[in-house]
């Protein structure tokens, strides 16, 4: 999960990078049976930011915003991945209900 948070603090909050961190997600989805839900959730919600404002002109605040909200969704996502089975559930919880915009 490392790779996610460390990537994606690298890149600019446009839909590109959504749509790559997708992919990069779903590889994980299929390669970590133990987080799968986790990676499953944040692909989705990745997803779908780009379905939402595909071909849309996106106001930069509404970028930004967007990006530090799923950024740290992401964090709380690796931060869990050691943690109590609740913690855990507490997170995914979390990340399922989030709105970007």
């Known amino acids: 999960m490392t790779e996610l948070v460390d ?16 992919e990069k997600a779903l590889e994980l989805f299929a390669a970590d049976a133990s987080h799968r839900a ?3 959730l ?3 919600l990745a997803g779908h930011y ?3 404002f595909d ?19 992401v964090e709380e996502g690796e931060g ?3 943690g109590s089975t ?9 990340i399922a209900a989030a709105e970007l915009f």
């Open 80 to 82: 869990s991945l050691h």
């Open 55 to 73: 071909e849309e002109p996106l106001p930069v605040d509404v970028a930004q915003k967007a990006y530090d909200v799923f950024f740290r969704l």
């Open 7 to 22: 990537w994606l603090a690298t890149q600019h909050p446009g839909l590109r990078t959504y749509k790559t961190f997708q």
């Open 86 to 94: 609740e913690q855990q559930l507490t997170v995914l919880n979390r």
């Open 50 to 52: 780009v379905t939402v």
């Open 38 to 40: 986790l990676y499953r």
């Open 42 to 44: 944040l692909a989705g």
